[in-house]
């Protein structure tokens, strides 16, 4: 597939006949540039590979940071970063820890190296390190937490990799079921009474700020994948979204108004909806089905706000359900409301579900699906375990 992003500028490397940098415009020139940092950096990659370990590392870890948001793109997880010590420099520490911890545990397993260097190793490490601080009784700087988050996190490819295993007969993807079972299993063995790493209540994890408004539920809603209720942590995270993919940015948006309506109608705390509570798990599903595992069409768009609203109900009762184990909801309602929703089995030619192997952010899913047609080749049925190809004139 060729690179593909908004501000994409053919290069001579790519068999295209272009001006030279003398020749071209200013306006051409910048875009080029631009070009250089959007999308999923690929250009930069190859440069990476050829480096010493340790800057491998260090992109790796950046893209596994970002890849929580189904980002690719070590420019967008610095962002990311960056917004998490904004929020709390102790979470954005583990976090790191944890994305690291993981990454290098799938280099030591020799792991496909591919999915390493795109940091698909490394995302359910950073929710492992992240989230098991959030959770942490003891508060900030507990220097003890370090070792059983850095276990936990190297035990997440392992786990992914016996999942992946299991759902790739179906060709689906395994999200964020390691870390959904690593972080419960963590708490569910430690609980709020443990001598060295207690938890918190579920019912008093966090103590949100009142004072947020309505209409800042929405970005924090974006937020609150990381477990940061920061406007400000949240505004970075949109911004390294909009970076490597506007539609990516949109659908996140979108599915966290879509939580933060269902928040609403359901009667919800005020609280909760203004602490993005409502939103986060709708954000991830909304994204996933809006463009990344689908090409974007408009009726791929209306079934991504439709499986939002639906991951929204899906929060609603799972979050009542572990709240008897005194366990939190985490990304379960996300996992299970979109694995639902990739299942689907529809004849209609503007549903292609994309093949794992091709997917990548949504403008470039586009141009992919343009090629397979221009090829005569594109897929005609969306049916489980066997996307067929067909001829292009039978898909729109």
């Known amino acids: 597939k060729q690179h593909e992003n908004p501000f994409f500028i053919p290069t001579a490397s790519m068999g295209t006949r272009i001006h030279t ?8 020139r910048l875009l080029r540039a631009v070009g250089l940092f959007t999308g999923d950096m690929r250009q930069f990659g190859e440069w990476v590979k050829r480096q010493v370990f340790i800057i491998q590392l260090l992109d790796c870890v950046l893209r596994g940071v970002a890849q929580v948001m189904f980002v690719n793109n070590p420019l967008s997880g610095l962002l990311v970063v960056i917004g998490l010590f904004v929020q709390n420099p102790w979470w954005a520490l583990n976090g790191l820890l944890g994305t690291a911890g993981s990454t290098v545990s799938a280099v030591l397993l020799r792991l496909n190296r591919e999915a390493v260097l795109a940091g698909l190793h490394g995302y359910n490490g950073a929710l492992v390190g992240l989230l098991m601080a959030v959770f942490s009784a003891k508060g900030t700087w507990y220097g003890w937490l370090l070792a059983p988050n850095l276990f936990m996190s190297m035990l997440c490819p392992i786990v992914s990799s016996a999942l992946s295993s299991v759902v790739s007969r179906w060709d689906l993807p395994v999200f964020t079921l390691p870390f959904n079972i690593l972080v419960c299993s963590h708490i569910a063995a430690t609980g709020s009474t443990h001598p060295y790493f207690p938890v918190v209540r579920c019912n008093s994890m966090i103590k949100w700020r009142l004072s947020l408004q309505l209409f800042l539920s929405v970005p924090v809603g974006v937020g609150q994948v990381f477990g940061c209720d920061s406007p400000w942590t949240a505004g970075l995270i949109l911004l390294a ?14 599915g966290s108004a879509a939580g933060m309506c269902v928040g ?5 705390p005020h609280m909760d909806v203004y602490s993005g509570m409502w939103g986060y798990n709708s954000v991830l599903s909304c994204i996933a089905v809006g463009g990344v595992f689908y090409a974007l069409t408009w009726q791929t768009h209306v079934l991504a706000l439709i499986c939002a609203f639906f991951c929204a109900y899906m929060t609603s009762a799972i979050s009542k359900l572990m709240s008897v184990l005194a366990l939190p909801a985490c990304t379960w309602p996300f996992c299970l409301s979109t694995l639902i929703f990739l299942l689907l089995s529809s004849e209609n030619p503007a549903m292609c579900r994309l093949p794992l192997s091709s997917v990548s952010y949504p403008e470039e899913n ?4 343009k090629q397979l047609k221009a090829s005569g080749k594109a897929p005609t049925h969306n049916r489980v375990g066997n996307l067929q190809e067909a001829n292009v004139s039978s898909c729109s």
């Open 264 to 268: 609403l109608v359901l009667a919800a």
């Open 21 to 28: 940098s003398e020749g071209a415009s200013a306006p051409t």
């Open 241 to 254: 979204l909009l970076l490597c993919s506007p539609t990516i940015c949109f659908h996140a948006i979108l």
């Open 366 to 369: 586009r141009h992919y699906l």
